[in-house]
Nanobody
Framework: QVQLVQSGGGLVQAGGSLRLSCAAS????????IGWYRQVPGKQREFVAQ???????NYITAVEGRFTVSRDNDKNTGYLQMTSLKPEDTAVYFC?????????WGQGTQVTVSS
């Protein structure tokens, strides 16, 4: 059974940092891209960043230069390092990996940035 378990997140003041983790079980993520998304109440889930199987990364403009995606294939885990956090980064963050044309999502983790 494939499962993505997220950890990290929490409450931080503006300008602070947090790191989110996304640990996969049941399948290896080594050949898969790991996507990160966020959602605020009443809005659609939005793409934030992605790290490819080769380690290449892409980001939305709003987080570029502040967020860094990475991966540790030995630990079967992906990471989203968030720095210089802003109140508008407040959201529930999700990781996503696609295996065999099916999307698997983490359970989501709340990130709250106070001003």
């Amino acid at each position: 059974q494939v499962q993505l378990v997220q950890s990290g997140g929490g409450l931080v003041q503006a300008g602070g940092s947090l790191r989110l983790s996304c640990a996969a079980s049941g399948r290896s993520l080594s050949t898969k891209a790991i996507g990160w998304y966020r959602q605020v109440p009443g809005k659609q889930r939005e793409f934030v960043a992605q790290v490819s199987s080769g380690g290449g990364a892409n980001y939305i403009t709003a987080v570029e230069g502040r967020f860094t995606v990475s991966r540790d294939n030995d630990k079967n885990t992906g990471y989203l390092q968030m720095t210089s956090l802003k109140p508008e980064d407040t959201a529930v963050y999700f990781c996503k990996i696609t295996w065999d044309w099916r999307d698997y999502w983490g359970q989501g983790t709340q990130v709250t940035v106070s001003s």
